[in-house]
């Protein structure tokens, strides 16, 4: 069975400052695990992913994730937020079916 | 633009009235899926097609909620006799066969219910 956790539902920073934000994952098979963002009444837009290669994984707007095995964790962070970077955050974790199985979001507040 | 196309992307129904949307997935996908959302929720897994064939549904996928991916290209979701409880945002998403393969979204389809 697979599951994800997202550890804070809110998030709030200042703008300039580094982001972190915590999933949890379960998985009875080596996963794949994806960061989403979700601007308000948009889509979902593909951050990064982690597929077995590389444990710490670069992805677009200076956002990266690092896989860690031993505690089952796979964090989005970034060094220095923007305000543009206010929005829902979704980790997905996904066991080489087609289920792909959704965090409930991390609500990102970026303060001026 | 080659991503993946949902429309209508805002549809305002009466109770009771059938509604469609459809989607159109990047054009090398063969796995195409259909999630609903709520304000504040994760995106919940409704139904799966491999090409055509509609492999899954889930039980949030009532009678009323039907689904169809003819030919294996573009899919459209009906709900018959909308409720003021399926007022969500329906989004589509595309993915190649393969066991890493990424799921891209469309921009989803906002339907509320009055």
């Known amino acids: 069975a697979q599951s994800v956790t997202q550890l804070d539902s809110h998030v709030s920073v200042s703008e300039g400052t580094p982001v972190l934000l915590r999933c949890n994952y379960s998985?009875?098979?080596?996963?794949?695990l994806f960061w989403y963002v979700q601007h308000p009444n948009k889509g979902l837009q593909l951050l990064l992913k982690?597929?077995?290669?590389?444990?710490l994984v670069k992805g677009i707007n200076g956002f990266e994730a690092e896989f860690k095995k031993s505690e089952t964790s796979f964090h989005l962070t970034k060094p220095s937020a923007h305000m543009s970077d206010a929005a829902e955050y979704f980790c997905v974790v996904n066991s080489g079916t087609y289920k792909y199985i959704f965090g409930t979001g991390t609500r990102l507040k970026v303060l001026a | 633009d080659t991503g993946v196309s949902q429309n209508p992307r805002h549809k305002i129904t009466k109770r009771g009235q059938n509604v469609t949307f459809r989607c159109d997935p990047i054009?090398?996908?063969?796995?195409l899926y259909w999630y609903r959302q709520t304000l504040g929720q994760g995106p919940e897994f409704l139904t799966y097609?491999?090409?055509?064939?509609?492999?899954?549904k889930s039980r949030l996928l009532s009678d009323r909620f039907s689904a169809e991916r003819p030919k294996g290209s573009f899919s459209t979701l009906e709900i018959q006799r909308t409720e003021q409880g399926d007022s969500a945002m329906y989004l589509c998403a595309s993915s190649l066969g393969t066991r890493e393969g990424t799921i891209y979204f469309g921009e989803g389809s906002w339907l509320t219910v009055v």
């Open positions: 054009s090398e996908h063969n796995r």
């Open positions: 998985s009875s098979y080596s996963p794949s």
């Open positions: 982690y597929t077995s290669a590389a444990t």
């Open positions: 097609f491999q090409n055509e064939a509609q492999l899954e």
